[in-house]
Structure formats: C-alpha cells, structure tokens
Nanobody
Framework: QVQLVESGGGLVQPGGSLRLSCAAS????????LGWYRQAPGKQRELVAN???????NYVDSVKGRFTISRDNAKNTVYLQMNSLKPEDTAVYYC?????????WGRGTQVTVSS
C-alpha cells in the first residue's frame, strides 16, 4: 500500500532549481503535518522542511531563503520548490508525515547538484 509518492528529482547545475512533488492519500494529507526529508550518502536522514495543516512552515537553517514548502489541499499534494541549489543539497529526498511514520517511507526521489 503506497500512500506517499515523490517525484520531480533530477540532475541540475549549481544555482539551478527543481520542484519536488509528493502525492499523499487523503487520510494522511488531511490528518498530519507533512515534511520533506533528505539523506545524503553516509549521513543521517534529516528534516528539510515541514508544513502543518494550518500552513505553518519550518525549514532547516541550511535551506532557509532557498527552499519553499507548500501544500495543495485539493490535490492532496505537498511541494518543495528548491532554488539556488548547491552541491551540498545532493541527496535522496523523501516525503513523510512530521513526525514521520516508519511505514510510510518510500523510494524517494534523487536530487543531484553538479556541474
């Protein structure tokens, strides 16, 4: 049972932009805050940004001013607009509830920032 599906990753040059999408089930989307997480090779998975049911947003310091999280209730979708990308942003990006539910982790979408 796949309830969260990420898409939109790819290869971009430093300074470029990407927009990630996460399609969620209605139940999950309407009941929990949603977050974008990322995991780089050899590093712990970290919360990048989250958005609550009341549209309050939070960001890890390293992406503030560059990333924007948003949600569309009609489409049960959460987005992550990533601008001014840096090589350090390279990671697999996942969406999940915030706090995350272990069983909801999917394959994620790869973001690679390189020249």
């Amino acid at each position: 049972q796949v309830q969260l599906v990420e898409s939109g990753g790819g290869l971009v040059q430093p300074g470029g932009s990407l927009r990630l999408s996460c399609a969620a089930s209605r139940t999950i989307f309407s009941s929990f805050a949603l977050g974008w997480y990322r995991q780089a090779p050899g590093k712990q998975r970290e919360l990048v940004a989250n958005i609550t049911r009341t549209y309050r947003t939070n960001y890890v310091d390293s992406v503030k001013g560059r990333f924007t999280i948003s949600r569309d209730n009609a489409k049960n979708t959460v987005y992550l607009q990533m601008n001014s990308l840096k090589p350090e942003d390279t990671a697999v990006y996942y969406c999940n509830t915030n706090p995350p539910v272990t069983g909801y982790w999917g394959r994620g979408t790869q973001v690679t920032v390189s020249s």
